[in-house]
Every structure is written in structure tokens, then in C-alpha cells.
């Protein structure tokens, strides 16, 4: 019999499959003890498990690419973390078996991570994937992961780790859901770019028996268990439907009454450009560069090494546009040599900006190294900083620009409600804003972008939010400058059409979205996106801002 199950919908299509699960965590080793003689023995089997599980998450991470090659190569340097080692070599003396020693330590870090505030949830469960990983390597028993299968299925699971979901096989991973994660989540922002249908925030996912037939619908978050053939045939026509429209829209972005609206990709590296400019991008709205300082915690990237891998995204883009994010470092991002280690909440502490202004040398070369990568080249580059909360953020920003001779525009980051409250007092000091609605959600309504408990209030049809981004709009129209949304919000076709009405200029998204957004707006003239925007705002709930949008322009 028929049942329908609500989730968030995070990547757009239709997957229809039996189920197949994760594979389970690894169990709980046994605390028994070892002689002390053995101790010495015991170390070196859990350092070499650690570097095995290190390598192979940088290799899983080349073979990505792009922002999954940052995410993996970020959790290699937690699995190698010191400290950690350090601890787990102290237990091994007093006793532990290797296996044991490394389960005890990473929960005893996990505690004090979970102490740190509810930000690091997300980083909770990259490090429970790399504890999994070394346990498994030291009892010898297969890795936890995407379970071997040699026909198409829809992956369930609690949560998914980067290492899995970076790797996953679309002609065989028809579309996942997760009991865990909300949209701005690692998962979703992964899949999304995979271009595999996914909902994440569904109660009871884990209990849907293996083998099951589902149908998913990853735009409304709906999941259909044991769907009638009246269902899948009306799921297939719908997804037929879209395929045929998305084949057809090509160009620029642009309203059906031809209001220009540049749809750029956002990318985590070199090896995110060949999926954009296939998307027909029309550049890049946030060049993500903590991919080149996440290669080494302990320093900064030479210059050299900077001046090259920006230079392959700029040289991408010629006449086109290219939005450079400087070093956003802190939080759920931390580098050894530029983050503070006591920071009692870290989310509300020294990051983004702050941490640049802290360490004005690293700035300074990064600047730098933008200005030498795009000597001689047609390309439009602009650069915004992080975490921007006021006038004084912005002209230190502005000032560091200059001083370093670069020769583009210099922007602002909207991510704290503060400046989009005071962005015509922001826009005094740099020509653009962008606005980052993951964080502004989250600092909006004090809700942790990666915990699923919250995801109501991570959704970016929050009418707050949409009231934010209007205030911002409207400063940079009374300003006569622009202002993008790079946040993921701007992969959402139908969001895409409000954000269009309340007065943003340009939407960047992953690459998988923009032929979507691009044949949705394409539908609907500037003044129904306007209808459509007030629409949304005049609602109390994200549920009915996005139903009244819809009503607005389905003509209802």
C-alpha cells in the first residue's frame, strides 16, 4: 500500500528504486589489556592505520575533485591530528589495545567538540566516519559504506560521510536519503553537485525495509513508499518533462521578458570548472580557496601555488565574470596556524574576516596572488570577503585591496544580519555585495546549519530571511551597485524567481542546478517574479511563503 513520507528536498529529480542501505558502523571494540611489553607494537599498528585511512581519503578526494577534494583532505588531517595521536598512543601504554585506544580517544574528542556548541555537529560526524574508518582498518573487517550492488537502488542511511558521498556511482546510486543533515548540509551540497536526487531530515529513514521500492522526489522532499503504477507513471512524466525543458533552455539567464540575470557556479576549485562551463555558466559567483590552504593546516600556501590554481579558474572565464572569496578560515573550518584552539564558541568567535585582519600577511599574499593570476587575462575578477559585520570591516578590506595593487572590485559578504540592516552604509566602501544566505539562516535564527533538529529554520523561504535580502537588494539599487546570492538558496528554481522579484542581480549556484534555474526563470515575466517575492514575504511560515510563490506563478 501506498504511503508518503516528508523530508527536505535537497537535489532536484526523481529517483525510483529498491532500497539498499548504508553499511553499519563498527561495532564497539572490546576493552581488553595488553602486556606492557606489546605496547610499543600496538602503536605502530594504529599509526599505520591512521596514515592508511589518511591516504585514502586523499585519494578519494583527487579522484573528486573540486569542493569534495577539500572536504576529504580536511577530515585526512583530522585522522592525523596530533593531539589525538597523542592521546591515543598515552592509552596504549596504560593498557588499551590499539583499536580501543583510537575508539576512546576520537569519543573523548568527540565530547569536548560537542561541548564547543551545536556549529561542529557536522564536523562531529566527519570525525565518527574517520574514527569508523581506523577501527575498521585495526579489526580487519570492511570498511563502513555504499553497500556493493550490482543494480541501480536509492541508499538510505543515517547521515553520509563526504568520503562516501563524493565517490558515489550515479548510473548505480539512483538518489539517497538520509535520517540526518539539512539543505546546506556536506551531503546535500555534494549531491547537488553530483547532480543525484537526495533528501536529507527524514524521520524514520532507517527503518524502511531493504529492498523496498520508493519513489523520490528530491524538489519537494516527498518520498512515496510502494508507489502505485499511476504514481511512478506521473513521477516519470514529470521527470521527462523537466528532462525535455532543461535541454531546451540555453544562453544567459533571463526572464521571459528579457530581465538579464547572470547565473554564475560556485566552485571549490580547478576541478569544479569543466562541470560549470559545460552548465553554461556565465561565470563564477564564489570561488571558494580554502581547497589550497587545507592541503597543510600548519602554513599558508606559497604564493606561487596560489598564483597558479587561480589562475586555471580565472583563465576558464574569459569576459566572463569570476567572484574570488578570500581565505574563509574558523569555525567549522579550522587551520592550525591562523585559528585560536580555546575559542568557547567558535561560530560566533574569530572567522572569516576577522581571522584575515588577525594575520594581515596572509591576506596580503593572497591578494597578491589574485592580482598576479589575472595579469593579462579578459576576465572580470572581483573579491569579497567573509563574514563582513559593518562599515569598518568593509573599508579594512577595501584598504588591504588597494594596498596590494589589485585591480578588481572589491565586495562584502552578507552573511551576518547586521549588514544587511546597514548595507548602504557597507556599499560606501566596496562596489558589491553577496549575499551567503547558508550562514545568514543560520546566524538569523541561531540555528546550526548542519544539525537535521533545525533544518525548519535553516529553510531559505523563511520570510525573515527573504526580508534580509531585500533590505539588501534595495541598498544596492539606491546605491547603483550589485548584489548577488552565491548562498544555496539560489539552486531552488522556484526561490530562484522570488530572489529574482525582491531585486538581486545575478544567482550562483552548483553547476547541476543552473540548467534548472535557467529554464524556470525563462517561464515567468519580472513583474510576476515581483508579485511572487511580495507574495512570499506577506507569509508567516516557509511552507506558506513557498506555496504562495508557487501560486503566484503557476497563475493559480
Not at 4 to 14: A, D, E, P
Not at 173 to 193: D, K, Q, W, Y
Not at 295 to 310: G, R
Request: glycine fraction near 8%; include cysteine; charge should be negative.
Amino acid at each position: 500500500m501506498e504511503t508518503t513520507l516528508r523530508g527536505v528536498g535537497v537535489s532536484h529529480g526523481v529517483a525510483i528504486g529498491e532500497v539498499r542501505h548504508m553499511g553499519t558502523a563498527v561495532l564497539e571494540p572490546p576493552a581488553k589489556q595488553i602486556p606492557a611489553d606489546e605496547a610499543e607494537r600496538e602503536q605502530g599498528r594504529a599509526r599505520q592505520a591512521v596514515e592508511a585511512v589518511a591516504a585514502d581519503l586523499i585519494a578519494r578526494g583527487n579522484l573528486a575533485g573540486g569542493e569534495a577534494q577539500a572536504v576529504l583532505e580536511a577530515q585526512a588531517l583530522m585522522a592525523q591530528d596530533p593531539e589525538l595521536m597523542a592521546d591515543v598512543d598515552r592509552r596504549i601504554v596504560v593498557g588499551s589495545t590499539a583499536e580501543r585506544a583510537v575508539y576512546d580517544a576520537f569519543a573523548a574528542y568527540r565530547a569536548l567538540l560537542a561541548g564547543a556548541g551545536e556549529y561542529l555537529a557536522g564536523r562531529v560526524a566527519d570525525l565518527d566516519d574517520v574514527r569508523n574508518r581506523i577501527v575498521a582498518r585495526l579489526l580487519g573487517v570492511p570498511m563502513p559504506g555504499v553497500p556493493d550492488s550490482d543494480e541501480p537502488y536509492v541508499l538510505i542511511a543515517r547521515d553520509l560521510a563526504p568520503a562516501d558521498t563524493a565517490l558515489l556511482d550515479p548510473t548505480l546510486v539512483l538518489g539517497f536519503v538520509t535520517e540526518e543533515g539539512g539543505p546546506t548540509s556536506h551531503s546535500a551540497i555534494l549531491a547537488r553537485a553530483l547532480g543525484v536526487p537526495a533528501v536529507v531530515a527524514l524521520p524514520g529513514a532507517g527503518e524502511l525495509v531493504e529492498g523496498t521500492v520508493i519513489a523520490v522526489d528530491g524538489s519537494t522532499g516527498e518520498i512515496f513508499v510502494e508507489p502505485s503504477a499511476e504514481k511512478r507513471a506521473e513521477m516519470e512524466k514529470a521527470a521527462a518533462e523537466r528532462k525535455a525543458a532543461l535541454a531546451s533552455s540555453s544562453g544567459p539567464g533571463a526572464t521571459s521578458d528579457g530581465h538579464k540575470v547572470p547565473l554564475l557556479a560556485n566552485v571549490g576549485g580547478p576541478g569544479d570548472v569543466a562541470a560549470a562551463v559545460e552548465a553554461g555558466a556565465e561565470g563564477v559567483g564564489l570561488f571558494r580557496t580554502e581547497f589550497l590552504f587545507l592541503d597543510d593546516s600548519k602554513q599558508a600556501p606559497s604564493e606561487e601555488k596560489q598564483v597558479e590554481a587561480y589562475r586555471k579558474v580565472l583563465e576558464a572565464f574569459p569576459e566572463g565574470r569570476v567572484v574570488v572569496r578570500v581565505l574563509d578560515a574558523g569555525a567549522d573550518k579550522p587551520l592550525d596556524f591562523l585559528t585560536p584552539a580555546d575559542e568557547p564558541n567558535p561560530a560566533l568567535g574569530v572567522r572569516g574576516l576577522r581571522t584575515l585582519l588577525d594575520h594581515p600577511d596572509v591576506l596580503r599574499t593572497q591578494l597578491t596572488a589574485l592580482a598576479k593570476a589575472a595579469e593579462g587575462l579578459p576576465v572580470y575578477l572581483e573579491v569579497m570577503a567573509p563574514m563582513v559585520a559593518d562599515r569598518i570591516d568593509a573599508k579594512a578590506f577595501a584598504d588591504a585591496c588597494r594596498e596590494a595593487g589589485l585591480r578588481a572590485k572589491f565586495g562584502a559578504m552578507v552573511e551576518i544580519p547586521s549588514a544587511a540592516l546597514r548595507a548602504r552604509s557597507i556599499l560606501q566602501e566596496v562596489e558589491f555585495l553577496s549575499l551567503g544566505t547558508n550562514d545568514l539562516a543560520q546566524y538569523t535564527f541561531a540555528a546550526d546549519r548542519q544539525v537535521g533538529a533545525v533544518s525548519r529554520l535553516q529553510d531559505p523561504w523563511q520570510p525573515a530571511l527573504l526580508d534580509l535580502v531585500a533590505a539588501s537588494a534595495e541598498a544596492a539599487k539606491a546605491e547603483g551597485k550589485s548584489c548577488g546570492v552565491c548562498g544555496e538558496a539560489a539552486s531552488d528554481p522556484l526561490l530562484a524567481c522570488v530572489l529574482t522579484g525582491l531585486g538581486v542581480t545575478s544567482l550562483s549556484m552548483g553547476a547541476a542546478s543552473i540548467p534548472y534555474v535557467r529554464a524556470t526563470l525563462a517561464k515567468h515575466t519580472l513583474a510576476q517574479c515581483e508579485r511572487a517575492a511580495a507574495a512570499a514575504r506577506a507569509a508567516d511560515t516557509a511552507d506558506d511563503a513557498r506555496a504562495a510563490a508557487q501560486a503566484v506563478l503557476s497563475g493559480e
